[in-house]
């Protein structure tokens, strides 16, 4: 079975200062893991995918997260917060080897940024 | 590039009646269509996997007969609440992939859906 945990139900940065959004998963076999952003009143964004190429990901809007299968970790960093960056953030697994399998989400991590 | 279209984007309605969601995938096949709900600081979970031509497949606790859910073509997937009720009152989203499964998938901006 899968399971993803969002540590941190709310985490409240100031605006340039890095961000960390911490993810752990339980997986029994390599698991495609990725980051969704849900901005109020809109859909679902994906900023990064892991599919067992480089462990550290690159996304867009200048965040990355880093798969370490030691940790079972697939924590969301961003080096310098913006206050467009305030948002709801999911973590999410899902099994890469099975067709048409649906995503499991984390709680998700709302992103709070002040001036 | 693909784009998941649904509607409407929120709708309020009274106690037992109807409404209908749809989703369409617009400019590619969705062979596969997810639903998901999502209660108020609560995760997204997963009601149904439906896919196209077939009934949907439902999750654990989530009522088949109330939750309708008709996947007739390869770009329409909907989602009807039945006899909607004020707990019905959700955020509800489809979301779908190009094609492989390891496409990404692509996401509907939801439905906000009030019952009073």
């Known amino acids: 079975a899968q399971s993803v945990t969002q540590l941190d139900s709310h985490v409240s940065v100031s605006e340039g200062t890095p961000v960390l959004l911490r993810c752990n998963y339980s997986s029994s076999y390599s698991p495609s893991l990725f980051w969704y952003v849900q901005h109020p009143n809109k859909g679902l964004q994906l900023l990064l995918k892991y599919t067992s190429a480089a462990t550290l990901v690159k996304g867009i809007n200048g965040f990355e997260a880093e798969f370490k299968k030691s940790e079972t970790s697939f924590h969301l960093t961003k080096p310098s917060a913006h206050m467009s960056d305030a948002a709801e953030y999911f973590c999410?697994?899902?099994?890469?080897?099975?067709?048409?399998?649906?995503?499991?989400f984390g709680k998700g991590t709302t992103l709070s940024v002040s001036s | 590039g693909a784009v998941v279209s649904q509607h409407p984007s929120w709708v309020i309605c009274k106690s037992g009646t109807s409404v209908k969601i749809e989703c369409r995938s617009l400019d590619f096949q969705a062979t596969t269509m997810f639903w998901y709900r999502q209660f108020p600081k609560q995760s997204l979970m997963l009601m149904a996997t439906?896919?196209?031509?077939?009934?949907?497949?439902?999750e654990q606790g989530v009522e088949k007969d109330k939750f309708l859910i008709n996947h007739a073509s390869l770009t329409l997937s909907t989602l009807t609440v039945t006899s909607a009720h004020p707990e019905d009152s959700s955020f509800y989203i489809c979301?779908?992939?190009?094609?492989?499964?390891?496409?990404?998938?692509?996401f509907g901006n939801g439905t906000r859906l009030t019952v009073t």
């Open positions: 999410v697994v899902r099994n890469p080897n099975q067709a048409g399998t649906a995503l499991i």
């Open positions: 979301s779908s992939r190009d094609q492989g499964q390891n496409s990404p998938l692509h």
């Open positions: 439906s896919n196209e031509g077939s009934k949907a497949t439902y």
